[in-house]
């Protein structure tokens, strides 16, 4: 190998290590130690509470019949999964029909092979990137720098966490755990050796500078490769959503347009894709509509000014196929909006690199034991109150807490959980088959509880539950059971 190849695979492998430093989900107590530790962290999931959360109520209360449309689409969703072979063989003839080809991939390794194989076919050197968490699912960028090829991430937030060398920690906003600062300084970082080497401050500036940085990356790359919304099983078309056109640019300007994305993301319809449309950017962002709505039907055709030589696009399994008719079938109507970890008390406190996995917060919590085994993500779906906030955001309505109680259950009797925590449920579990003793233990606790924190009214330090009270005080509870309070109030007149 020459030492400018030599040069670059030793950076890749580099890179590729740093980005799998963050992918240890069986690290997620530790990670979230480190994460609430970190203020600039904090700072930037402030972001949260303070935008996405009260954009998206005021999207949804601007359209009346939202909850409609929510409805229609889980019913398309469960309708589509359940004759999930018959719309995918559609979209592939009417994909083929309009000179498109479609690669059937069952793992992620079959997924990268098929992408390696294209981008070989032109001796591709640099690739463009849309927006994709399937590729990221696969490690696809890391798959590529060690075979030569430079993979260029166009959209703003994955173009920063790849400056970074980090995975993304959202699903929508892939840099949400950065502060303009961070980012002022990996640009300057970075940008210094392209000749920029004025530290901006302002976000349109910060914009506009990446803009400029990216703008011959579009020319000169020899394969774009965005991910897909939806798949139109009469058209044979793929739909992608953004809000910075990058992804028009992605696959308009090299001669070869490859579409990664997973079985569950076809649709019907032209028309059935616009039911999700209108619900998916209110429920992620806060918008009526994104910026961009694309749709692309197979390569460039005579007389067109524009567009592709070819059009490729790979379907990946890994996984999904086992989760139809599982418990976890719900999980797979999933529309990735993000509206679940935007509102989850949990991420919004750790952030997504806690995880260690693509996907985060409660959806991920789900995904990612059916994708990866619960032995190795089984702190996951304990990583939630259960408080039911995500499932009453979802706008396909999947039981995102029954989903993850399940997963505990499964872990539970698989033997992977602590032997502690199984010892506290087999205490538990004897005073509940006996309501008579739980009902005085319950008395007695209050009562005495109440007493510690009699003069402040919380208590600062708490045996057995050292994972609460290390972080925060714990209220005093009042005394009585809340038995005995219902008990009371039923009495009164």
Same mark, same amino acid.
């Given at each position: ?13 580099a890179?590729g290590? /740093?980005v ?7 690290? +997620?107590?530790d &990670?979230?130690? *480190?994460? $609430? ?6 700072s930037a @999931? ?5 935008g @996405? ?8 209360d ?5 909850? !409609?449309?929510?409805q ?10 359940? %004759? ?6 559609r ?11 479609v690669h ?9 092979q ?13 690739v ?12 696809? &960028?890391q798959?590529?720098?060690? %075979?030569?090829?430079e ?5 703003l ?11 993304p ?10 502060t303009?600062d961070?980012?002022?300084d990996?640009?300057?970082?970075? %940008? ?5 080497t004025?530290?901006? *401050?302002?976000?349109?500036a ?28 009469e058209?044979?078309s793929?739909?992608?959503?953004? &809000?910075?056109?990058n ?7 090299? &001669?070869?347009?490859?579409v ?8 019907? *319809?032209?028309?059935?894709?616009? *039911? +999700? ?28 000014l ?5 059009? %490729?696009v790979?379907? $990946? ?7 139809l ?5 719900? @999980? ?8 679940? @970890? ?7 406190s750790?952030?997504?690199?806690t ?30 109150t ?10 396909v309505?999947?039981?995102?807490p029954? !989903? ?7 872990? +539970?009797?698989?033997?992977d959980?602590?032997q502690?925590?199984?010892w ?8 509940a ?23 402040r009214? /919380?208590?600062?330090k708490?045996?057995?539950?050292g ?22 109030q039923q009495?009164q007149?």
């Amino acid at each position: 190998m020459c030492r400018p190849l030599a040069k670059v695979a030793r950076a890749a492998k580099a890179a590729g290590a /740093r980005v799998m430093e963050f992918m240890k989900p069986g690290a +997620f107590k530790d &990670n979230a130690r *480190t994460a $609430l530790a970190d203020d600039n962290l904090r700072s930037a @999931m402030a972001m949260l509470n303070a935008g @996405m959360i009260p954009n998206r109520q005021g999207a949804v209360d601007r359209l009346p019949e939202f909850d !409609l449309l929510s409805q229609r689409g889980r019913e398309l969703k469960d309708h589509v999964l359940g %004759h999930l072979d018959y719309y995918l063989e559609r979209f592939e003839r009417n994909c083929k029909a309009a000179g498109g080809q479609v690669h059937w991939c069952s793992t992620a390794e079959d997924a990268r092979q098929a992408v390696l194989k294209i981008c070989r076919s032109v001796d591709a050197k640099s690739v463009t990137k849309g927006k994709s968490m399937v590729a990221e699912e696969i490690h696809l &960028n890391q798959f590529l720098e060690q %075979h030569e090829i430079e993979p260029v991430e166009t959209d703003l937030g994955e173009y920063i966490i790849q400056l970074a060398e980090e995975p993304p920690s959202h699903i929508i906003g892939p840099a949400i755990h950065k502060t303009k600062d961070q980012v002022s300084d990996l640009f300057l970082k970075h %940008h210094a050796k392209l000749g920029r080497t004025e530290r901006q *401050t302002e976000p349109p500036a910060l914009v506009n500078e990446a803009r400029e940085i990216l703008r011959k990356k579009y020319f000169d790359a020899d394969v774009g490769i965005t991910g897909a919304n939806y798949l139109i099983a009469e058209t044979g078309s793929s739909i992608i959503v953004t &809000n910075e056109g990058n992804g028009d640019l992605t696959q308009t300007l090299p &001669n070869i347009h490859i579409v990664i994305t997973s079985l569950e993301k076809v649709v019907p *319809t032209l028309e059935d894709a616009t *039911t +999700f449309l209108r619900i998916l950017a209110r429920s992620a962002t806060g918008q009526d509509f994104s910026a961009y709505t694309t749709i692309s039907t197979g390569p460039r055709r005579d007389g067109d000014l524009d567009g592709p030589g070819e059009y %490729h696009v790979i379907l $990946l399994d890994n996984g999904r196929s086992a989760m139809l008719g599982s418990e976890v079938h719900d @999980m797979l109507r999933c529309i990735r909006c993000g509206a679940c @970890m935007n509102h989850c008390p949990v991420y919004q406190s750790v952030g997504g690199h806690t995880y260690g996995t693509v996907y985060v917060g409660p959806m991920g919590a789900v995904l990612s034991p059916a994708l990866l085994g619960v032995a190795e993500t089984k702190h996951l779906p304990c990583a939630s109150t259960l408080c039911g906030r995500c499932e009453e955001v979802c706008p396909v309505s999947i039981p995102l807490p029954k !989903l993850l109680r399940q997963w505990r259950a499964r872990a +539970f009797e698989a033997g992977d959980t602590p032997q502690l925590e199984r010892w506290g449920l087999s205490i538990w579990a004897f005073f509940a088959r006996r309501p008579w003793l739980y009902g005085i233990g319950a008395r007695l606790a209050m009562r005495g509880l109440a007493w510690l924190g009699r003069e402040r009214g /919380r208590l600062r330090k708490l045996w057995f539950a050292g994972g609460w009270t290390d972080g925060r005080d714990l209220p005093a509870p009042e005394g009585r059971t809340f038995q005995e309070r219902w008990r009371q109030q039923q009495q009164q007149p």
